[in-house]
């Protein structure tokens, strides 16, 4: 889903038929409120802020009305490896509702223990933040972060989203 606040973009990732959406917290930081798109929808729907991690870069939304559509199927990143196809979805740049296809380059913590990254090649851009990291079965292995400034096509997903 698309997310937006003021000039701020991002995407997210529903994660139940409650209407809870899954992203990254500094998708949302400093917004006082945020509005979310789905691909089929020209009205946008309320989100509510619901808890936030700026250690672990998440944050956890409700929709003001949870929507008729099956949430996002969970994976286990714990058989994931180092050369596995993968799809990021998000909106890059604004440009909405894109998938951008790679590998998984590699695994670790990045700096942070508490967090586990899958790294990979496939194009994670400004506004694809909160977006999810699919394998090829579909299901969601990890929830998009952006990848550090001038690092060419490198692109980092918080492992285990759910």
Same mark, same amino acid.
């Given at each position: 889903m698309f997310l937006r606040?003021? !000039?701020?973009?991002?995407?997210?990732? &529903? #994660?139940? !038929?409650?209407?809870h959406v899954l992203t990254c917290d %500094?998708? #949302?930081?400093? @917004?006082? %409120?945020?509005?979310?798109?789905?691909?089929?929808q020209s009205t +946008?729907?309320?989100v509510k802020v619901i808890a936030r991690d700026h250690a672990?870069? @998440?944050? =956890? @939304?409700? &929709?003001?009305? +949870?929507?008729?559509?099956?949430?996002a199927t969970p994976g286990s990143a714990t058989g994931v490896a180092m050369g596995d196809e993968v799809f990021a979805m998000? %909106? +890059?740049?604004? @440009?909405?509702?894109t998938v951008t296809k790679g590998i998984i380059s590699g =695994?670790?913590?990045?700096? !942070? /223990?508490?967090?586990?990254?899958l790294q990979t090649d496939?194009? #994670?851009?400004?506004?694809?933040s909160g977006g999810p990291l699919y394998n090829s079965r579909g299901e969601v292995l990890g929830i998009n972060t /952006?990848? +550090?400034p001038n690092a060419g096509n490198i692109g980092f997903s918080i492992m285990g989203p759910m």
């Open positions: 606040g003021g !000039n701020v973009y991002g995407a997210g990732v &529903l #994660i139940d !038929n409650k209407g %500094h998708v #949302i930081d400093g @917004l006082k %409120h945020v509005r979310a798109w789905f691909y089929d +946008p729907v309320r672990v870069d @998440l944050a =956890l @939304l409700k &929709l003001e009305m +949870p929507p008729a559509r099956a949430p998000g %909106h +890059p740049l604004g @440009l909405p509702f =695994l670790g913590s990045r700096g !942070n /223990m508490y967090v586990q990254y496939a194009s #994670i851009t400004h506004g694809n /952006m990848g +550090p």
